[in-house]
């Protein structure tokens, strides 16, 4: 399986972007497809997650601000981000996983079975 991480660029602090993740080689339906970022010098986090019933956990730092979502019939989620802040910068990176994983589990990188390259995603103040 491969995905393809896109839709990243430099926007102003307040502004939005949307963020897709499009899976080729496998079917995303029955599967988690979970968002991570690596801001500059730092270590990677987890944003969120998307569970194939369409359930979403977040992260604090960004619930209220981004929405998760897929599309099945395209092989893609989708992660819609407003309220940009200049903190939100960063790589992001989709990861694909069992929807077995548990809670506890997704925010750990080597549970998932895939990742995307990453997109960046820049903030300006």
């Known amino acids: 399986v491969q995905l393809q991480a896109s839709g990243g660029g430099l926007v102003q602090a307040g502004g939005s972007l949307r963020l897709s993740c499009t899976a080729s080689?496998?079917?995303?339906?029955?599967?988690?497809i979970s968002w991570f970022r690596q801001p500059p010098g730092k270590e990677r986090e987890f944003v969120g997650a998307?569970?194939?019933?369409?359930?979403?956990y977040y992260s604090s730092s960004v619930k209220g601000r981004f929405t998760l979502s897929r599309d099945n019939a395209e092989n893609t989620a989708y992660l819609q981000m407003i309220s940009l802040k200049p903190e939100d910068t960063a790589v992001y990176y989709c990861?694909?996983?069992?929807?077995?994983?548990?809670?506890?589990?997704?925010?750990?990188?080597?549970?998932?079975?895939?990742w995307g390259q990453g997109t960046q995603v820049t903030v300006s103040s």
């Open positions: 990861a694909l996983g069992t929807d077995r994983l548990i809670l506890s589990s997704l925010f750990l990188e080597d549970k998932y079975d895939a």
């Open positions: 080689g496998r079917s995303i339906v029955g599967n988690t």
């Open positions: 998307i569970r194939r019933g369409s359930t979403t």
